[in-house]
């Protein structure tokens, strides 16, 4: 399955030095889901279509990159023990998951953060991207913004 970015990318761009995780704890399949739930439908199957070539290269290493890095920390965030036995011992405490709920509500925003500053970018720059459609973009059609739908 090819992918935008490689694990080891996703460990540089989504995870810190301190963390100490080996790059195993990514798959994939990982990337690849957050691809098509986070990133095809922003960017449209034309446009991911020729990211996936290597067209747009600043494009991607600017704004997708760092977008399917953070979605896909944001998958595998509750997936971290169990993937990483060494880290962690079996079973979790109320406040381990309280703590991993935490982690990923502050994971989901920075990530869809970078979903915004993406749709913006394209949005403000669509003549350089002939196969992006801006009124297929659902970020561009509603938004919740502290629990307020924001339909434009």
């Not at 989901?108 to 970078?114: F, K, P």
């Amino acid at each position: 399955m090819k992918t935008l970015i490689t694990p080891t990318e996703v460990m540089s761009l989504a995870f810190s030095a301190e963390e100490m995780y080996n790059v195993a704890v990514v798959t994939d399949l990982d990337i690849a889901a957050a691809e098509e739930r986070y990133v095809r439908p922003v960017v449209g199957r034309e446009l991911y279509a020729r990211l996936l070539e290597g067209d747009y290269p600043s494009l991607k290493d600017d704004y997708v990159a760092p977008l399917v890095a953070a979605w896909t920390r944001y998958i595998v965030e509750p997936l971290l023990a169990s993937r990483c036995d060494v880290c962690h011992e079996a079973g979790s405490t109320a406040a381990e998951n309280e703590a991993t709920a935490e982690r990923c509500r502050s994971l989901r925003l920075r990530a869809r953060t970078l979903s915004r500053a993406l749709a913006e970018h394209l949005n403000s720059r669509a003549e350089d991207y002939p196969e992006y459609n801006p009124y297929a973009n659902p970020l561009n059609r509603c938004s919740i913004d502290g629990n307020i739908v924001q339909v434009y």
